[in-house]
């Protein structure tokens, strides 16, 4: 008994690590969605952008108690025309108990007197057991 019971919280245990690892990223169709994490979770963030056009995502503060930036945002090309849109990948983990809102402004660095282009936002929250703040 002592056995199944060991070999069942194994595989419990590595049920999850793998959809941890497995994750997909959230994208521009997650904005405006809630998501609540444990600790040490990490999460990335995949946008569409276009480097010739000017626009760039800018990452806006958020708390950085409850998350961080993990790294460098990473480019992809998301085909091999020349000009074409480019998939950039943040990355993100969970470092502590609370609540923020991650917003992400698509704009140019020059025009920050002009709305954004586009907005990327989603509240997150960390170690709550569910419950998500008022934020």
């Known amino acids: 008994m002592k056995r199944i019971s060991l070999l069942l919280t194994f595989a419990i245990t590595i049920l999850m690590v793998v959809s941890c690892t497995n994750q997909k990223p959230y994208t521009i169709e997650d904005s405006g969605k809630s998501i609540t ?17 000017g626009y760039q995502w800018q990452v806006l ?9 993990v790294g460098e945002p990473e480019y992809a090309p ?3 025309r020349i000009g074409s849109s480019t998939v950039v990948t943040y990355k993100f983990k969970a470092i502590g108990d609370g609540s923020t809102k991650l917003v992400m402004e698509y704009r140019r660095p ?3 007197d002009k709305a954004a282009s586009k907005v990327f936002e989603m509240s997150v929250a960390v170690g709550t057991m569910g419950r998500l703040e008022e934020l």
């Open 61 to 69: 503060p958020f708390d950085s108690d409850v998350i961080k930036q």
């Open 78 to 80: 998301k085909d091999d």
């Open 110 to 112: 020059w025009e920050a």
């Open 37 to 53: 994490l444990s600790n040490d979770s990490e999460f990335d963030v995949q946008l569409i952008t276009n480097a010739s056009t």
